[in-house]
């Protein structure tokens, strides 16, 4: 798996927009993008994934730059109950046999009221 | 609620002794994975199952063994027990080993070995 990059906190203003960046830079071509968050103690709970293209569900957003160096998820209108660590992981999607998803440190998101 | 069931929720257990640890997959899922979290290590893959069979296999401890049953609920046992080995377990699941289906994790086992 690439390697990965978060800074280890981050601030959000409640209603505002929150833009956790990862860098990826060693990613290649087969290896996508994934987004898991972890609310203090419970389980992780997957957000979006891509691979290429930008990507949008109803939790957030995933843009990916054009070299697929680095990838911003965006939470469009923080609320309290999204402050978490957030965990951007690279991983091939299919083929092969190894599945497993491997978590980093990642970033803790504070929303401040 | 995630689908994902983890029984027990809290286990007290002193060094030496055994547990077991339940997990039942979402309904229609047949991957599971088993993790584990403790404050030093971050969330640590242990094993992964696939319709009854090992897939995958993480740093998991000798004295640990986990199976998939064919009713694709999957237990993990840890024997011997260490201090150390207290720490949050989850088991996740998925409808196919590949990650871009995404996985469901459960609430997790909180295991304190005293």
């Known amino acids: 798996d690439a390697k990965t990059t978060q800074p280890p906190s981050m601030d959000c203003a409640e209603g505002r927009a929150a833009n956790l960046p990862c860098n990826h830079s060693t990613i290649s071509g087969n290896e996508y993008v994934y987004w898991y968050r972890q609310i203090h103690s419970q389980g992780p709970q997957y957000i979006i994934h891509g691979l290429k293209n930008n990507e949008t569900n109803e939790m957030a957003s995933l843009i990916i730059t054009e070299d697929r160096k680095s990838s911003t998820l965006i939470l469009p209108h923080a609320t309290l109950r999204d402050t978490a660590v957030y965990y951007c992981i690279a991983h091939q999607g299919s083929g092969g046999s190894n599945y497993k998803l491997t978590f980093g440190k990642g970033t803790l998101l504070t929303v401040n009221p | 609620d995630s689908g994902v069931t983890q029984t027990p929720k809290h286990l007290i257990t002193a060094t030496g002794q055994r547990v077991t640890l339940r997990c039942s997959p979402r309904s229609g899922d047949l991957s599971v994975y088993w993790y584990q979290q403790s404050l030093d290590q971050g969330l640590q893959f242990l094993i992964q199952?696939?319709?009854?069979?090992?897939?995958a296999k993480g740093n998991i401890l000798e004295r640990f063994s986990a199976q998939q049953f064919p009713d694709l609920h999957s237990e993990l046992n840890l024997s011997s027990l260490e201090l150390g080995d207290s720490a949050l377990y989850f088991c996740a699941s998925s409808v196919a080993p590949r990650p871009d289906y995404g996985y469901t994790f459960g609430s997790g086992t909180r295991l304190t070995v005293v």
């Open positions: 199952y696939y319709n009854g069979e090992e897939r």
